[in-house]
């Protein structure tokens, strides 16, 4: 006995109708544009994170040149060699209450040109380097 195929409902193959796909679609592309800015945010806060790290090493350095005497106590400002795009700024103030003890402030800077400025201060109290000793003086 032959049966005539039923066109209801609930017959016919089973699948997605068309709004159901296009539905799908568009979740689909709002949430890949989602992720695309999520994805060039992050990228923009790594970069300001990889500036901040560098503005804090020539910072740092730059203190250290100061400590050793290479750099003179005095308070100066000027470009790095090494990069002409960051800017120093020491200052420093010799403490009135004790003899040889400075305070020294190291803030470095760089203009981003967008409008952002990377900065990034050290402060330190410490002896003048002329006024130290060295492991040679004992000796004498």
């Not at 296009?22 to 060039?40: M, P, R, T, V, Y």
């Not at 967008?114 to 004992?138: C, F, H, K, W, Y």
């Amino acid at each position: 006995m032959l049966t005539k195929p039923t066109t209801g409902k609930g017959s016919g193959r089973p699948g997605f109708s068309l709004l159901e796909v296009l539905a799908a679609l568009a979740i689909f592309l709002i949430s890949l544009i989602a992720l695309g800015q999520l994805i060039s945010i992050t990228g923009e806060h790594a970069l300001e994170v990889q500036q901040l790290s560098r503005a804090s090493q020539l910072s740092q350095s730059k203190l250290a040149e100061v400590v050793s005497g290479a750099v003179s106590l005095s308070s100066q400002s000027g470009d790095f060699d090494e990069d002409l795009d960051w800017h120093f700024q020491v200052d420093a103030e010799q403490d009135p209450s004790i003899t040889g003890l400075w305070r020294i402030k190291v803030k470095v800077t760089r203009d981003m040109g967008d409008g952002t400025t990377i900065e990034s201060t050290v402060n330190q109290m410490i002896l003048d380097p002329s006024m130290r000793g060295s492991t040679a003086d004992a000796n004498k």
